[in-house]
């Protein structure tokens, strides 16, 4: 495969092959046999299930915006070698960069919930209403040439049909109709931090109606505390906000594909965020943080995708430094951490001479469990065409704890995304990571 430009979802040459990490030599190769030779069988089996369950997206289809051009890296990918790939695959990253909005009344309800989205330059911050009012700033991050935000006109029909099963699929059973060990498990949980950090894949529209809809089913089912998304794309952003009206919204962007913040109202309290540029990304990238406050401790929560393909090594590892300055210089009573892409590989930490003194990397503060080592399995996860099974650990938290005070610990990690769609999709690409914290006793 050609070196990039390439999309942001890591198809790119150079990749080690499953078992070829340099921290994974002892695996099982469990590389799908024949994937190869299937791929024709999958079409059509994909063709078929597109024909099933056009009747229930076809309230989704007048809903779906498709972008004139996309960014130079993305376009540039179509190039060579992936001129002779099916114009199946070249349409996934030539397709729309979102679902549209909602009906107008939905929209305005959702205008008075939703936060108002902070960008800036290196440091601009803005607050919560508890401490001044949330301002946009007009120095946000440069847009991506040529995805635009779709026209959020559609009708109130369309919208019924289409909203319904997702709103249904968020809020799945209330808990007045779970089972008392259910709402025990529940109360006993309280005292924990649950963390979700996902690359959504939002660029991708194959089969969008049931991806967002498996999407939404997961947030539903773990209900987490901070949720930190990567490749989100405007149209879904807004359906998302439509929906899960429990949680504030920031966004590092407004314009093409970038990260996200969620907050779980009732358990998080939002204080001030601000978003720092990348000086050097070719790719629009940046990072998100955000301060709140959860049981009385103050956390600081970042997000970002850094940036994409082998190589881009040198400006990955840039922005990784400058990620780990911001953890390392955030104020000592507040327990940091970061979740998104980081597109690492393990030599370029090494490369780095490993984390830098009081910043830790969860999955390794948990024993290095296998099972939710690789967060980007072409072994298994099949939504891309990639002849070759390559496993790789993109998706990553950092901690540093606090200082001062109680610390907070990791309990679990698991990875989630990882059962197929009736569609024969799954999720994402990536699989999510899901992680539970605890505050330990506190020192003094």
Sequence with gaps: M????????????????????????????????????????????????????????????????????????????????????????????????????????????????????????????????????????????????????????????????????LQQAYWGKSFTDQSTDEQETQSSSRSQLTVLSWNIDGLDMENIFYRVKGLLSQFGKYRADIVLLQELVPGCLTMLQNIMKDYQFLQGSEDGYFTAILIRKDRVQFLQSNIVKYPTTEMGRNL??????????????????????????????NQLRRVWKWMKEAPQDHTVIFGGDTNLRDWEVKKLGGLPDGISDVWEMLGKPEESRYTWDTSINDNKDIPNSIRLRFDRLFLRTATEGAKLQPESMNLIGMEKLKCDYFISDHWGILCTFKFGESEE
């Design 288 to 317: 998100l943080i955000a301060n709140v406050s959860f049981l009385g401790h103050p956390l600081c929560i970042m997000t970002s995708h850094l940036e994409s393909c082998k190589s881009s090594s040198q400006e990955r590892l």
């Design 2 to 165: 050609e070196e990039p430009p390439c999309s942001p979802s890591h198809i790119c040459s150079g990749e080690p092959l499953v078992g070829c990490n340099d921290t994974a030599t002892t695996l099982v190769d469990i590389k799908v046999q024949g994937k190869t030779g299937k791929k024709n069988k999958k079409h059509k089996k994909r063709q078929n299930a597109a024909c099933q369950i056009k009747t229930d997206s076809d309230c989704y289809a007048e809903q779906l915006s498709f972008p004139q051009h996309l960014p130079e890296h993305l376009e540039n990918r179509s190039a060579g070698s992936k001129n002779k790939k099916k114009s199946q695959k070249t349409r996934i990253l030539s397709l729309g960069t979102s679902l549209a909005s909602s009906s107008h009344h939905e929209e305005t309800n959702s205008s008075q919930q939703a936060s108002a989205q902070p960008t800036c330059d290196q440091s601009t911050q803005t607050e919560s209403p508890q401490l001044q009012s949330f301002q946009t700033q007009s120095t946000q991050t440069p847009p991506i040439q040529g995805i635009h935000t779709p026209s959020t006109e559609s009708t109130s029909t369309q919208t019924i049909q289409s909203s319904f099963p």
